[in-house]
């Protein structure tokens, strides 16, 4: 009899300090006018990460606007035909916008504004992450001439460096890799 009540005080004690894991947070999170009685509510969630599909569609969006106000200079050197290009000057206008895309959007797993306001003034370098990314353009250029230019033994004929070769869609790339279950994709030489 003596042993049975233990058991339901422990039980009871533990229930308790288990309800009062779970709601501390809550409470915190509420008025506390409203905590008393009120149906919990979820604490506000972080902002989620945006999906790389919708990522996609953002970017985009904002190359097709771009290329209609382009009007027909979608060959004109990057350069002329925008106000702050100081590392790609004679590369095509069309070209450019595709690499904004692929490398520098895609490559990293972000849209355009997180290297450009959001006020679509494409040519500020307000934003931390545009000035990183000059200097990793400046990087790869002096890797690829100090150092992969001169492995005479490699058999690509052109061998460069990318931002999509160190970043693979993301910002923090992991510094091990797990074992493969299929052969990981390979870039076609030539
Ligand atoms: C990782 C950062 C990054 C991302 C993401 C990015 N950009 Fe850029 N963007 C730059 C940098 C750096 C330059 C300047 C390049 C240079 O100086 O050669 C630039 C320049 C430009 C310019 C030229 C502006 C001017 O007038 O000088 C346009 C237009 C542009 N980006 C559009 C885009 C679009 C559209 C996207 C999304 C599809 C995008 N960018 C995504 C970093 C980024
Ligand atoms: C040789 C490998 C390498 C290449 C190539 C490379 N990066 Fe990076 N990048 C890094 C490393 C390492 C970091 C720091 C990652 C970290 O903080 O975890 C970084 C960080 C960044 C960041 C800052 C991200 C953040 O949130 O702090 C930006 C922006 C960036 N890179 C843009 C670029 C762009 C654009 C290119 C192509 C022009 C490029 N990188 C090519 C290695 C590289």
């Given at each position: 009899m003596r042993s049975l009540f233990t058991i339901v005080l422990v039980a009871a004690a533990m229930a308790a300090c288990a309800r009062t894991q779970q709601e501390a947070p809550v409470a915190e999170a509420r008025p506390i006018a409203a905590a008393a009685g009120a149906p919990a509510t979820a604490p506000a969630q972080r902002r989620q990460p945006v999906s790389p599909m919708k990522q996609d569609t953002v970017r985009k969006q904002a190359i097709a606007e771009l290329m209609a106000a382009l009007q027909?200079?979608?060959?004109?050197?990057?350069?002329?035909?925008?106000?702050?290009?100081?590392?790609?000057?004679?590369?095509?206008?069309?070209?450019?916008?595709?690499?904004?895309?692929?490398?520098?959007g895609r490559g990293l797993g972000m849209t355009c504004t997180n290297c450009h306001l959001d006020n679509k003034d494409y040519a500020s370098d307000e934003r931390k992450n545009k000035v990183i990314a000059r200097q990793m353009e400046r990087m790869q250029r002096d890797i690829d001439a100090k150092y992969i230019a001169k492995v005479k033994e490699l058999d690509d004929p052109r061998p460069k460096t990318t931002c999509v070769m160190c970043h693979r869609g993301v910002t923090h790339m992991p510094n091990t890799m797990d074992v493969p279950e299929v052969a990981p994709p390979q870039r076609k030489r030539g």
């Open positions: 027909g200079r979608e060959n004109e050197p990057a350069g002329v035909v925008f106000k702050n290009v100081k590392l790609h000057k004679s590369m095509p206008a069309r070209e450019f916008l595709t690499m904004m895309d692929e490398q520098y």
